[in-house]
């Protein structure tokens, strides 16, 4: 018996030599539809044999260059800027037509003559009126004026007064007291933090009694300014 061998050929010709067929996508068109071909970005190819190609692709960090990042950092602070209102050194966000609330961005008051924002109803708050019948005072909360419970209440359980000042009325503690040492009665800018008693015997005094007591009354100041800083240094 006569066995003749023959002798096996192997060769590569290309990707059609192994069967895949024209219709098949590439490695080369597969990486066309990559997202780096796509985005422009350099490509590092790799050959590790002669049947398989590996396509690289570079880390996007490390390709972007330095004045890039810098411009997508001006970029955002320029759409930050131009999200804020137009007017000179305000640096609120715009409501309307490039502008605040509070330089005329919003809705104006319906009252004519009135170029102040909309805050209730149609009007401004100096011109909303309080809603309790038969009152023509201008509302401050909730529709209603100080006199009609408008205002914040009073933080002391059993009162319900309208606070004036850190949470308290007046009979609570509330407001600017009387500068006349032992006097608790309230006091005013107008009558230059004094009581009305105070004021008008300041007024019908003489320069020095007026003296005599301004001189008392920083005095009294520098003392507490001195006891605080004793506080906070011991």
């Given at each position: 018996?006569?066995?003749?061998?023959?002798?096996k050929v192997t060769s590569f010709s290309g990707p059609h030599s192994l069967g895949v067929s024209k219709s098949e996508p590439t490695a080369a068109d597969e990486c066309k539809f990559?997202?780096?071909?796509?985005?422009n970005m350099p490509i590092r190819h790799t050959r590790q044999s002669a049947l398989t190609r590996t396509a690289v692709v570079a880390s996007p960090s490390a390709q972007i260059p330095q004045g890039a990042k810098q411009t997508l950092k001006l970029s955002k602070e320029e759409k930050k800027r131009r999200r804020t209102c137009r007017h000179e050194g305000c640096?609120?966000?715009?409501?309307?037509?490039?502008?605040?609330?509070?330089?005329?961005g919003g809705k104006k008051c319906s009252l004519?003559?009135?170029n102040s924002?909309?805050?209730?109803r149609g009007l401004c708050w100096k011109h909303v009126p309080c809603k309790l019948d038969g009152c023509d005072k201008k509302a401050k909360a909730r529709g209603l004026c100080w006199a009609h419970g408008g205002g914040t209440k009073c933080r002391n359980a059993e009162c319900s007064k309208v606070a004036?000042?850190?949470?308290?009325?007046?009979?609570?503690?509330?407001?600017?007291?009387?500068?006349v040492n032992g006097c608790i009665k309230p006091a005013y800018g107008r009558t230059l933090n004094l009581c009305e008693k105070h004021f008008q015997q300041m007024r019908?005094?003489?320069?020095?009694?007026?003296y005599?007591?301004?001189?008392v009354t920083c005095q009294r100041l520098f003392m507490l300014v001195m006891t605080g800083l004793t506080i906070l240094l011991s």
């Open positions: 018996m006569q066995v003749v061998a023959h002798d990559g997202l780096h071909f796509i985005l640096n609120n966000y715009i409501v309307h037509k490039g502008l605040c609330c509070r330089h005329g004519e003559g009135c924002s909309a805050k209730h004036v000042s850190n949470g308290f009325c007046w009979a609570h503690g509330g407001g600017k007291r009387c500068e019908h005094a003489t320069y020095f009694e007026v005599v007591s301004i001189i």
